[in-house]
């Protein structure tokens, strides 16, 4: 049977033009953006509800097969269809020095920005170097976020809670930065060369160097993230700890030396 995808019918996927095929291929291995872009792609020719064909959607301007964006994004090319947006939220006031984001829109090859203009900011994933999450819940106050992104050459850029879910936007960044930078990180740590996070060094012969002390793997009982803290529990009963903020890429981190990204606790109370 034919597929049937964008209002046309293939024969295969292999019939598909190229761009076509490139877009097909994504919502098919993404569920949630083909369920925003109102797209079915694995359904064959006929077999919708209505048993009719769909035409493109007819709102949204320029969306390049992905999500709708709002219109200051018309004009971001090369970063693939849309993935997400991530609108303004709150009083957004001048930063000075590292701008601070105050609209978002994440495609599949990377981001594009506004911070507090309607000039748009375009980063590619792979031109990011670092993310710094610096997450609290102060007492008696709202839980605050703030990731910070560095690019390759240096120029960073702020996420925080002046852009909406702000969260679930840097878990999207620092899922496809982290994909890209993790094989080579892995490689080199294996190699024996030293690989360092901050105020954290690790090496996989000999330790871990955490706040200028030198702490060799044997001696080590456990490591964990754990109220935005890394905290190290020796054999003979002592600890040391390190405030998660104070490490860039702590997830990568964790995945050297085998602590789970996904267990660690990073807002700090």
Do not use: C
Not at 85 to 110: C, F, I, M, S
Not at 111 to 126: C, L, P
Request: hydrophobic share 40%; glycine share 10%; aromatic share 8%.
């Amino acid at each position: 049977m034919s597929i049937h995808f964008n209002g046309q019918d293939y024969p295969s996927v292999e019939a598909m033009p190229p761009d076509v095929r490139e877009v097909y291929e994504l919502l098919h291995e993404d569920p949630d953006l083909a369920q925003a872009v109102g797209e079915e792609p694995s359904l064959p020719s006929g077999s919708s509800q209505t048993g009719g064909r769909t035409l493109p959607r007819a709102w949204g301007g320029s969306q390049q097969g992905g999500v709708p964006v709002p219109a200051d994004f018309d004009a971001v090319t090369g970063l693939g269809p849309a993935v997400a947006v991530y609108e303004p939220q709150g009083l957004h006031l001048p930063h000075l020095g590292t701008p601070h984001a105050t609209a978002l829109v994440v495609y599949r090859d990377g981001f594009a920005y506004q911070a507090g203009s309607k000039v748009t900011h375009t980063w590619r994933f792979e031109e990011v170097a670092v993310i710094q999450s610096n997450l609290a819940w102060p007492p008696h106050s709202a839980e605050t976020h703030e990731y910070i992104l560095t690019r390759t050459n240096g120029e960073a850029l702020i996420l925080d809670d002046g852009v909406k879910s702000v969260t679930a936007a840097a878990d999207k960044i620092k899922d496809a930065v982290f994909a890209r930078l993790a094989p080579a990180l892995i490689q080199r740590y294996q190699a024996g060369e030293p690989m360092t996070f901050g105020v954290a060094t690790v090496q996989q012969q000999t330790g871990l160097r955490l706040g200028g002390q030198h702490y060799a793997w044997q001696d080590i009982l456990n490591i964990q993230v754990k109220n935005g803290r890394f905290q190290l529990s020796l054999r003979n009963g002592q600890h040391s700890e390190a405030r998660a903020s104070a490490i860039p890429n702590i997830e990568l981190l964790g995945q050297l030396i085998g602590v789970d990204p996904i267990q660690m606790q990073l807002v700090y109370i």
